[in-house]
C-alpha cells in the first residue's frame, strides 16, 4: 500500500466502513479489549500490521505500509504486488522484517503511532504452493469479508501469472 493510490484509499475507506460496522455489532468494551491484548491475540484480531523490511545491517528501511494479513497456524501471511518493496526485499535476500501490530490509519498519517503497539521481528520466504495460497486465499475472504470480493479475482491470477507474491513470516522475536 504505498503510493497513495486509489486502491490504497479504496481499502482504506472500506476497512474504516467494516471497523465501524464491528463497533456497532460488538460495542465498544470489545474492541477496546482487542486493542489492548498483546501482539499474539492481536494478531487474530487486528485487520492490519505495519511492515518495514530489515536491511542487512538490522536496520529498518525506509519502506513502511500497513497491509492486510492472516495470522495461520502461528505463521503470518502477507499477499502483494511482486514489483513492491516487501517482495523486492525477500528477493535480494533481506528475509527479516518488524510488524506492528493494530490499526492506526495509513502509516504516513499515523505520526509513527503503531510504533506504540506490539511487535515483533519475522523472518520470511516466498510460499509458492497452490494449496497453501487456496487456503490462505480463503482465510483471507473470511477475515476481510466485505473487501475481499474486490480483490480475490486479481490476486488469484496474479499468484498464478507472478503480478502477485504470497509472503509467508515466522515471529522470531
Not at 545491517?57 to 495461520?72: K, L, P, Q
Not at 520466504?125 to 497452490?130: G, H, I, K, M, V
Not at 480475490?152 to 507472478?162: E, K
Amino acid at each position: 500500500s504505498q503510493g497513495g493510490t486509489t486502491m490504497d484509499i479504496n481499502r482504506r475507506h472500506a476497512l474504516v466502513r467494516s471497523a465501524a460496522l464491528l463497533v456497532s455489532a460488538w460495542g465498544n468494551s470489545r474492541v477496546a479489549v482487542a486493542a489492548g491484548s498483546k501482539a499474539g491475540a492481536g494478531l487474530d484480531t487486528s485487520p492490519l500490521i505495519y511492515l518495514s523490511p530489515l536491511v542487512s545491517d538490522g536496520r529498518e528501511s525506509r519502506c513502511h505500509a500497513e497491509i492486510w494479513f492472516v495470522h495461520h497456524d502461528g505463521e503470518i501471511f502477507v499477499v502483494t504486488w511482486t514489483e513492491k518493496w516487501r517482495a523486492e526485499a525477500m528477493r535480494r535476500g533481506f528475509h527479516r522484517a518488524k510488524i506492528w501490530v493494530g490499526d492506526f490509519g495509513p502509516w504516513k498519517q499515523a505520526n509513527e503511532a503503531y510504533r506504540s503497539a506490539p511487535s515483533h521481528e519475522i523472518e520470511g520466504r516466498f510460499e509458492t504452493d497452490a494449496a497453501v495460497h487456496s487456503t490462505l486465499l480463503a482465510e483471507f475472504a473470511s477475515k476481510y469479508e466485505t473487501q475481499w470480493g474486490a480483490w480475490d479475482r486479481q490476486v488469484r491470477d496474479g499468484l498464478v501469472n507472478g503480478a502477485w507474491v504470497m509472503l509467508r513470516y515466522q515471529i522470531v522475536s
